[in-house]
């Protein structure tokens, strides 16, 4: 586990609060630009009319019916995915500690933007990349950046409360995975209604910027503020009426640097209380996948 650093001098806080401002003022600037282009080329997913199944999707018609018939814009996440990355390649580029997570963030970040395209291009039937072609694409990213974290950073164990320093040599790669692939999919879950995901993101990097300050890991805490302050912005414009959703190339980039900067600081075992959210709606999710299987097609939960 990291060691507890509970000084900092006026600089660097200062430094930090600067990071935030400059990724709220650029995507501030991004957005004009994103929205103008969102309403011309139409970037919105089509109202899907089928289920995985292959089943009407009446109850999803029914539940989002009206954010179709606003035609919301999608991909938003674009805007905090350029201003995140331009902030951190100019203010905050640092090998040990940043590198990861903005690798992360964009390798995510892109296969998330194909999707979405494929999505917006899609008939009104499930649209998109295929689930098995997503995940092994994303597996793939995500067990390169694991391997970076054990090879070049030297991590072969972890941190839990219980059990101290638990040694697992290699096999940090595949937690890495497990914990990165785990949050990037929550998270992903909660985008598309009006401030969640923005809000909720928010105040889980805020959290991790609070931990790697304590830390004395001033990169990785600017890093999660630079991710606040674009997040602000995009929380501006996502409040009800939403004018645009994040989409998953922002779901997926901002779910995979949560997961790794929980990583970097060693801390996932409060990563299921910060993402508590994330962790109920991914339970949701399960349950009624496992009760159509068990209960010829019933839900538990509406959705």
Request: hydrophobic share 55%; proline share 2%; charged share 10%.
């Given at each position: 586990?990291q060691?507890?650093?509970l000084?900092?001098?006026?600089?660097?806080?200062l430094?930090?609060?600067?990071?935030?401002?400059a990724?709220?003022?650029?995507?501030?600037?991004?957005?004009?630009?994103y929205?103008?282009a969102?309403?011309?080329w139409?970037?919105?997913k089509?109202q899907?009319?089928?289920?995985?199944?292959?089943?009407?999707?009446a109850?999803?018609?029914k539940?989002?019916a009206?954010k179709?018939r606003?035609?919301v814009?999608n991909?938003a996440?674009?805007i905090f995915?350029?201003?995140?990355?331009?902030?951190t390649?100019a203010?905050?580029?640092?090998?040990?500690?940043?590198?990861?997570?903005?690798?992360g963030l964009?390798g995510?970040g892109?296969?998330?933007?194909?999707d979405?395209?494929m999505n917006?291009r899609?008939?009104?039937?499930?649209a998109?990349?295929?689930a098995?072609?997503?995940?092994?694409?994303?597996?793939?990213?995500t067990l390169?950046?694991?391997?970076?974290f054990?090879?070049?950073?030297?991590?072969t164990?972890?941190y839990?409360p219980?059990?101290?320093q638990?040694?697992l040599?290699?096999g940090?790669?595949a937690?890495?995975?497990?914990?990165v692939?785990a949050t990037?999919?929550?998270?992903?879950?909660?985008?598309?209604l009006?401030?969640?995901?923005?809000g909720?993101?928010?105040t889980?990097?805020l959290a991790?910027?609070?931990?790697?300050?304590?830390q004395g890991?001033?990169?990785i805490?600017g890093f999660?503020l630079t991710?606040v302050?674009?997040?602000?912005?995009?929380?501006?414009?996502?409040?009800?009426p939403?004018?645009f959703?994040?989409?998953?190339?922002g779901s997926?980039a901002?779910?995979t640097?949560l997961?790794?900067?929980?990583?970097?600081?060693?801390?996932?075992?409060?990563?299921?209380i910060?993402?508590?959210?994330?962790?109920?709606?991914?339970?949701?999710?399960?349950?009624?996948?496992l009760?159509?299987k068990?209960?010829g097609?019933k839900?538990?939960?509406?959705?």
């Amino acid at each position: 586990m990291q060691t507890i650093d509970l000084t900092i001098n006026a600089a660097t806080l200062l430094r930090l609060l600067w990071l935030s401002v400059a990724g709220f003022a650029l995507a501030m600037l991004v957005t004009p630009l994103y929205t103008k282009a969102a309403y011309h080329w139409q970037w919105w997913k089509k109202q899907r009319t089928d289920t995985l199944g292959g089943e009407v999707a009446a109850v999803y018609n029914k539940l989002h019916a009206a954010k179709h018939r606003r035609h919301v814009p999608n991909m938003a996440g674009i805007i905090f995915v350029v201003a995140i990355a331009v902030v951190t390649i100019a203010f905050n580029l640092q090998r040990s500690q940043t590198w990861l997570p903005l690798a992360g963030l964009l390798g995510a970040g892109f296969i998330g933007l194909i999707d979405d395209i494929m999505n917006i291009r899609g008939s009104s039937r499930i649209a998109g990349m295929g689930a098995k072609i997503k995940f092994l694409s994303y597996s793939l990213v995500t067990l390169a950046l694991g391997w970076w974290f054990y090879d070049k950073l030297d991590v072969t164990s972890i941190y839990l409360p219980w059990l101290h320093q638990l040694p697992l040599g290699v096999g940090v790669v595949a937690l890495f995975w497990f914990v990165v692939v785990a949050t990037a999919n929550s998270v992903n879950i909660s985008d598309g209604l009006d401030g969640l995901a923005g809000g909720l993101l928010m105040t889980s990097f805020l959290a991790y910027a609070i931990i790697a300050v304590v830390q004395g890991q001033y990169g990785i805490a600017g890093f999660c503020l630079t991710i606040v302050g674009t997040l602000a912005s995009y929380t501006w414009f996502n409040i009800f009426p939403a004018r645009f959703f994040m989409g998953d190339v922002g779901s997926f980039a901002l779910g995979t640097a949560l997961g790794i900067v929980a990583m970097q600081t060693d801390t996932i075992y409060v990563l299921p209380i910060i993402g508590a959210v994330y962790v109920m709606e991914t339970g949701s999710v399960i349950i009624n996948r496992l009760s159509r299987k068990l209960r010829g097609g019933k839900k538990v939960f509406l959705s």
